[in-house]
């Protein structure tokens, strides 16, 4: 199966534009809490261990955060393209530029232990979980 992610860069949060501040957090962009972006954004200490050790590695390569999570990115197994979402000539070529260069396997495994996902709830997880009928489930 061939994966094609959608704003991988999580609309510009790690782009490296947002930092910690004392109001939940603080930068320029469209995620910024003055600009009204339509949906809510809950950033979660997770959120934030991710974007230190992009930030880190970014250090290391002499990259941006965002070069570095596309370049982590186009390696994932089954990864064949993105969906980057650039709005600006410079930031399409700043984004490409994420392939001229590689992370190390030190690198990616930080990267990768950071970013790890738990498994999806399914309903088969959700009903396991009960020996017998769950008990917001009645019958009538």
Not at 2 to 15: E, R, T
Not at 115 to 126: D, F, N
Request: proline fraction near 8%; aromatic fraction near 8%.
């Amino acid at each position: 199966m061939a994966i094609v992610p959608w704003s991988p860069l999580a609309n510009g949060f790690l782009a490296g534009k947002y930092r910690r501040a004392d109001t939940a957090f603080a930068g320029d962009g469209r995620l910024a809490p003055d600009r009204g972006w339509p949906v809510e954004v809950a950033l979660t200490d997770r959120h934030w261990r991710i974007l230190d050790a992009l930030d880190t590695v970014a250090k290391e390569v002499a990259r941006t955060p965002a070069q570095v999570a596309l370049n982590w990115l186009a390696a994932r197994p089954g990864v064949v393209g993105s969906l980057i979402g650039a709005t600006t000539l410079d930031q399409l070529d700043t984004n490409l530029a994420a392939l001229d260069f590689d992370l190390s396997d030190a690198q990616r495994t930080l990267l990768d232990t950071e970013s790890h996902v738990l498994p999806a709830m399914t309903p088969h997880s959700v009903f396991a979980r009960f020996p017998e009928r769950p008990p917001y489930i009645t019958r009538r």
